[in-house]
């Protein structure tokens, strides 16, 4: 028998727990998360749901250039060093407002119990 709802609920509070800041990239980042870095890390506190389902919304990024290419977020255990956990290309609108902000609005891990 596969996880039910409920361990995987446990395992993704986990996860959550330990995901605590997201960075942005200019373009694809190396497995380490080092390269192409723009702006600094922004904390975020996600949220899990009952099958297990992690959401992180509304991740409000200052202090890029204006119309600044974003391409890729990755998320970390801390503001600055710590481990990379994950690496998401964004799509959708891929450059940062004229004052310099950028919004990744939802990243969201599934996880499901068949």
Excluded: C
Excluded at 25 to 39: E, K, L
Excluded at 98 to 104: L, R
């Amino acid at each position: 028998m596969p996880l039910n709802d409920a361990a995987l609920t446990v395992g993704a509070t986990a996860v959550k727990n330990a995901i605590t800041h997201f960075q942005l990239h200019s373009a694809a980042t190396n497995a380490g998360g080092t390269t192409n870095v723009i702006g600094t890390r922004v904390a975020s506190t996600g949220s899990v749901d009952s099958d297990g389902d992690i959401t992180w919304s509304n991740i409000a990024f200052t202090g890029l250039g204006a119309s600044q290419a974003v391409h890729t977020v990755t998320a970390w255990s801390a503001s600055s060093g710590g481990t990379i956990y994950a690496t998401y290309a964004l799509t959708g609108d891929a450059t940062a407002n004229a004052a310099g902000e950028y919004t990744v609005t939802s990243i969201v891990e599934t996880g499901t119990a068949t």
